[in-house]
């Protein structure tokens, strides 16, 4: 079992700058693969980024692509999300979300995360 605690939302102006924060509480931290994902008022969950259990690989979504960057301190038990160059598109409540590194199915998909934090709302103005 592991908790997750999200912070660091808050309104931005676009072009503005955000970091996004994850507390994780319970088992080997490095057990995990650690995500971001999103939802926008009346769309779906969509994913934003994964980094792996040893931090060697991430991969983003194409939309964020060049402007945010996932990371992770596994000292600390954080998973970080810098958002740069915010648009009012990526106005959304933000998830951090925690799956088995021994998970062989699509991390992208949030059906594939079996830990959610409560979310962070994110909001950018134009």
């Known amino acids: 079992q592991v908790q997750l605690v999200e912070s660091g939302g808050g309104l931005v102006q676009a072009g503005g700058s955000l970091r996004l924060s994850c507390a994780a509480s319970?088992?080997?931290?490095?057990?995990?693969?650690m995500g971001w994902f999103r939802q926008a008022p009346g769309k779906e969950r969509e994913f934003v980024a994964a980094?792996?259990?040893?931090?060697?690989?991430?991969d983003y979504a194409d939309f964020v692509k060049g402007r945010f960057t996932i990371s992770r301190d596994s000292a600390k038990n954080m998973e970080y999300l810098q958002m740069s160059s915010l648009k009012p598109e990526d106005t959304a409540v933000y998830y951090c979300?925690?799956?088995?590194?021994?998970?062989?199915?699509?991390?992208?998909?949030?059906?594939?995360?079996?830990?959610w934090g409560q979310g962070t709302q994110v909001t950018v103005s134009s």
């Open positions: 319970g088992r080997t931290f490095s057990s995990y693969v």
């Open positions: 980094i792996s259990g040893s931090g060697g690989w991430e």
């Open positions: 979300a925690a799956r088995s590194v021994y998970d062989s199915s699509d991390y992208t998909r949030p059906f594939s995360y079996h830990y």
